[in-house]
């Protein structure tokens, strides 16, 4: 059975840094697409940021230029670094994993994997 596990939450001021991680493991097939998802209050879950095993990257316009996925394909990790943080980017953190070779979209997609989410929170 797959389990994905985040890491790395937890409160920070407006301008910090946080940064965010990933596992996986019980997979018996390649993971080609990891990434992350949040959920603030009230809101629909969306698209974080998104990393394939082609080296495929898409970011929400919201977190482009301030946030960078990367991941370490053979320990099968993925992290998240979120620079200049705000207000809004309050929300829970889902890691999601996919074992076939086709980018998260903006809508999550239940069969995928998914980590139980983490809470990132940002205050003035």
């Known amino acids: 059975q797959v389990h994905v596990a985040e890491s790395g939450g937890g409160s920070v001021q407006v301008g910090g840094s946080l940064t965010l991680s990933c596992v996986v493991s019980?997979?018996?097939?390649?993971?080609?697409?990891m990434g992350w998802y949040r959920q603030a209050p009230g809101k629909q879950r969306e698209l974080v940021a998104a990393l394939s095993s082609g080296g495929r990257t898409k970011y929400a316009s919201a977190v482009k230029g301030r946030f960078d996925i990367s991941r370490d394909y053979a320990k099968k990790t993925a992290s998240l670094q979120m620079n200049s943080l705000k207000v809004e980017d309050t929300a829970v953190y889902y890691c999601?994993?996919?074992?076939?070779?086709?980018?998260?979209?903006?809508?999550?997609?239940?069969?995928?994997?998914w980590g139980q989410g983490i809470q990132v929170t940002v205050s003035s």
């Open positions: 999601v994993a996919r074992d076939i070779d086709y980018n998260l979209g903006e809508t999550p997609d239940p069969l995928d994997y």
């Open positions: 019980g997979n018996k097939f390649a993971i080609n697409v």
